[in-house]
């Protein structure tokens, strides 16, 4: 199914059989994507951390609805990566297309008076690295903390395909690189009244059902904790060690349900598309990995 005229959450996981997508089941970044609890928790992080760049909070700021749907931000960030790892050749590859188009669109100018555009290498380096960066924090601390640093080095060389077909340069592929990258960019980064406002309204983000207020103040937590330490010093959320140790173990607590509810979400699909099995079953964009 092709992606013209329709929604991320229409994406036919299933289909075609046997199309292994543009990474397979063998990639790291499909262990590191399928966990629905750490991508919740890293995507809030990477979406604080990629607002400490003057530029990226302007166009987030003068080209979208995050003020009146955080939420719907949040859950449209990661359709899109579920989509460009679990969804087949075709789809993957006309949605990160299709992105390129809308990015073309998105420019303006800075209050600090330098112009910016979405398609800038540079920046586009910026948000995947703040992005990647956080999925794998989060997926070291509530999934596998014993993935080996070869197969960290494997997960940056994998997705920085998708950074470059976007448009992104220079990408880290090594977590050393990485975390270079993230201290080389450590001065051209801020946090001013409208990064406050980002955070402000994130972490008050409003749940979608009252029984899921405790959840939504849970991850967004946890999204703060997983902030590199210099970067939640600049955004005056440091924690202190108890409540750390808190956000930590009420996650760990809530993993088990978490995983259940998303059973049958991206990955499993993905799954049973490459190994030519196909149902009608519909799930949500990421789920826990069994096998």
């Given at each position: 199914?092709?992606?013209?005229?329709?929604?991320?959450?229409?994406?036919?996981?299933?289909?075609?059989?046997?199309?292994?997508?543009?990474?397979?089941?063998?990639?790291?970044?499909?262990?590191?994507?399928?966990d629905f609890t750490s991508m919740l928790c890293g995507g809030i992080s990477s979406l604080m951390l990629q607002m400490l760049h003057p530029l990226a909070l302007a166009g987030v700021w003068d080209h979208s609805n995050f003020r009146d749907d955080m939420l719907g931000r949040l859950?449209?960030?990661?359709?899109?990566?579920?989509?460009?790892?679990?969804?087949?050749?075709?789809?993957?590859?006309?949605?990160?297309?299709r992105v390129r188009r809308i990015h073309d669109e998105v420019a303006g100018t800075a209050p600090d008076g330098r112009p910016y555009t979405a398609n800038d290498p540079d920046l586009l380096t910026w948000v995947h690295v703040a992005e990647v960066?956080?999925?794998?924090?989060?997926?070291?601390?509530?999934?596998?903390?014993?993935?080996?640093?070869?197969?960290?080095?494997?997960?940056?060389a994998e997705v920085a395909h998708i950074a470059e077909a976007l448009g992104a340069r220079d990408v880290p592929r090594t977590r050393g690189d990485t975390d270079a990258y993230l201290e080389a960019m450590r001065p051209q980064l801020c946090f001013e009244a409208r990064t406050a406002e980002?955070?402000?309204?994130?972490?008050?983000?409003?749940?979608?059902?009252?029984?899921?207020?405790?959840?939504?103040?849970?991850t967004m937590r946890a999204g703060v904790?997983?902030?590199?330490?210099?970067?939640?010093e600049m955004a005056h959320r440091d924690m202190p060690r108890w409540q750390r140790h808190g956000v930590r173990t009420g996650?760990?607590?809530?993993?088990?349900?978490?995983?259940?509810?998303?059973?049958?979400?991206?990955?499993?699909?993905a799954r049973r598309r490459v190994a030519g099995v196909t149902t009608t079953a519909a799930g949500s964009p990421m789920e826990d990995d069994r096998t």
């Open positions: 199914m092709g992606m013209t005229g329709m929604a991320l959450g229409d994406i036919d996981y299933e289909f075609p059989p046997g199309d292994p997508g543009l990474f397979g089941p063998q990639s790291v970044c499909w262990r590191v994507h399928s859950r449209r960030t990661s359709q899109f990566i579920a989509a460009t790892t679990f969804a087949s050749t075709a789809d993957a590859e006309r949605l990160i297309e960066s956080r999925f794998l924090a989060a997926h070291l601390r509530y999934r596998n903390p014993e993935l080996s640093a070869a197969d960290q080095d494997r997960y940056y980002v955070f402000r309204l994130l972490i008050g983000a409003p749940a979608p059902h009252p029984l899921a207020r405790p959840l939504v103040a849970l904790d997983l902030l590199p330490p210099w970067a939640a996650v760990h607590r809530l993993v088990p349900i978490m995983r259940w509810s998303v059973r049958n979400g991206a990955s499993s699909r």
